[in-house]
T-cell receptor, first 111, second 113 residues
Framework: DAKTTQPNSMESNEEEPVHLPCNHS???????IHWYRQLPSQGPEYVIH???SNVNNRMASLAIAEDRKSSTLILHRATLRDAAVYYC????????????FGTGTRLKVLA | NAGVTQTPKFQVLKTGQSMTLQCAQD?????MYWYRQDPGMGLRLIYY???????DKGEVPNGYNVSRLNKREFSLRLESAAPSQTSVYFC????????????FGNGTRLTVT
């Protein structure tokens, strides 16, 4: 299984962009990169995923390095509601379909 | 649409007692998962079921058993609860395709005294 490295915590001011990095240097060529977030006292929720190209949706953007060894989740304008733990997860597709969560990055948004 | 439903929401057990955590999904997903989350920690995979009729161990399976009762339901059993199993348990499901995303329940908070 591919391993990930994320900062334990980050801070951002409200309405400013946030770049959350993830290192996944052992990812295989066919693994998608998924991002989830967990708001306080809730189960994780899906944010975005991608394979090679940069991806955008209504919640965030995902920038994937050309060598796929790292990626960055971008929140364009952080709000107080974005305060959560963000998990970067290589989605293993080699024979089985399972997610392995790491410890994630705790994002604090300052008003 | 209910999504993933977990019961109970809260449970207190004494050491050595047994119990089953229930999980059901109404999205016709093939794969289901059980995770545990200890305070201040990330989620750790206990067991998963890639499809109906199959189950496999995850990162921390010791002390647990699972049953994939049918496509909708995936239960987690603690045969003899220990204080180390105090945690929040999350059930999740996915389509089991290469682009599948996980859908989580709201969790069961279990305390073993």
């Amino acid at each position: 299984d591919a391993k990930t490295t994320q900062p334990n915590s980050m801070e951002s001011n409200e309405e400013e962009p946030v770049h959350l990095p993830c290192n996944h240097s052992t990812i295989s060529g066919t693994d998608y990169i998924h991002w989830y977030r967990q708001l306080p006292s809730q189960g994780p929720e899906y944010v975005i995923h991608g394979l090679t190209s940069n991806v955008n949706n209504r919640m965030a953007s995902l920038a994937i390095a050309e060598d796929r060894k790292s990626s960055t989740l971008i929140l364009h304008r952080a709000t107080l509601r974005d305060a959560a733990v963000y998990y970067c997860i290589p989605y293993t597709t080699s024979g089985t379909y399972k997610y392995i969560f790491g410890t994630g990055t705790r994002l604090k948004v300052l008003a | 649409n209910a999504g993933v439903t977990q019961t109970p929401k809260f449970q207190v057990l004494k050491t050595g007692q047994s119990m089953t955590l229930q999980c059901a999904q109404d999205m016709n997903h093939n794969s289901m998962y059980w995770y545990r989350q200890d305070p201040g920690m990330g989620l750790r995979l206990i067991y998963y079921s890639a499809s109906e009729g199959t189950t496999d161990k995850g990162e921390v399976p010791n002390g647990y058993n699972v049953s994939r009762l049918n496509k909708r339901e995936f239960s987690l059993r603690l045969e003899s609860a220990a204080p180390s199993q105090t945690s929040v348990y999350f059930c999740a499901s996915s389509e089991a395709l290469r682009r599948a995303t996980l859908h989580f329940g709201n969790g069961t908070r279990l305390t073993v005294t």
